[in-house]
């Protein structure tokens, strides 16, 4: 046979490849979207759950955290005014930390629905769906943020910057000419915390399974130790005998603290990301070892 033949034949062989290859990536896309509409109608269920009490019910928590929100700027802006030591930061810088830890609440202190999952039981049904539980769980949480974003944190920011209190600008004064870079280290920062604080949550969930008829009450705890100790609260360069600097450098601080710090220009970007990176390694290896060994438990005792 002539050589134009096995020219051609080889032609045919290297198109019916390179299309089969495109045909796989194509399909492969489609399985991804529609795994990703999966989780979008999780978020979005979860999303819509948070309205089950009504809306009155709903906005009387948020009125209350703005009420707190506003009790906590007027001591902060007291005491500088009495000319207390603000711990090396001016009153804006510590007004503007105190707004972003009000307004990220949820996202820097990470409660996803498994603790709460296993105590009513419904721990099982989440086995019962064609989704990862772990990301099933991530889902719902972000999901569960959404209202408040909306209700809470979008409407207290404005309300804040009409005050002159606007983060936005603060941060461009405390950055210069780099806050594109601060700003993206800000982002980095955050989604670091984030993702520390789920971690750090299926440990919890994975650990209460032992306490059994206790697990509310030690959820409760387990809260409130979080809100402390991440600086959350109160800015660890406000804590005397040096407490701060060893805060900061436990798991805790890396899921609050170590993100505003970046935002009002008073931390170190490298050293902080670096540890919520550190911390993220080794929680998360944890955060898998333990949920996997406590499946058995958290399916018979919370089905």
Do not use: H
Not at 43 to 54: E, K, Q, T, V
């Amino acid at each position: 046979m002539p050589a134009a033949f096995f020219d051609v034949m080889s032609a045919a062989a290297s198109l019916g490849c390179v299309a089969a290859a495109a045909k796989i990536r194509i399909l492969y896309f489609v399985s991804e979207v529609f795994k990703m509409r999966k989780y979008l109608i999780t978020m979005r269920l979860s999303a819509s759950r948070a309205f089950d009490g009504g809306l009155l019910y709903i906005l009387s928590g948020y009125l209350l955290k703005s009420a707190c929100l506003f009790i906590l700027l007027m001591l902060w802006r007291a005491l500088a005014q009495q000319g207390a030591d603000l711990g090396g930061l001016s009153l804006d810088q510590l007004l503007t930390y105190t707004l972003l830890a009000a307004i990220f609440g949820e996202q820097l202190n990470v409660l996803t629905p498994a603790t709460t999952a296993f105590w009513e039981g419904a721990i099982i049904s989440r086995y019962m769906r064609p989704l990862p539980v772990l990301a099933q769980l991530m889902a719902e949480t972000v999901g569960s943020w959404l209202p408040g974003l909306l209700l809470y944190s979008v409407p207290t920011l404005i309300i804040a910057a009409s005050a002159g209190l606007n983060p936005g600008i603060a941060f461009l004064a405390n950055a210069g000419t780099g806050f594109p870079a601060r700003g993206l280290l800000f982002l980095i920062s955050l989604l670091l915390a984030m993702a520390l604080g789920f971690a750090m949550d299926f440990i919890f969930a994975s650990l209460v399974i032992y306490v059994k008829n206790a697990s509310y009450q030690a959820y409760q705890i387990r809260r409130a130790i979080v809100s402390l100790f991440s600086g959350a609260l109160i800015p660890f360069t406000l804590l005397p005998w040096g407490m701060g600097r060893v805060f900061e450098l436990l798991p805790f601080g890396s899921t609050a603290s170590a993100p505003l710090l970046i935002f009002v220009g008073t931390g170190n970007p490298a050293r902080l990301i670096c540890l919520q990176i550190i911390w993220n390694l080794i929680f998360w290896a944890a955060a898998l070892i333990l949920f996997r060994r406590s499946e058995e438990r958290l399916v018979s005792y919370g089905g």
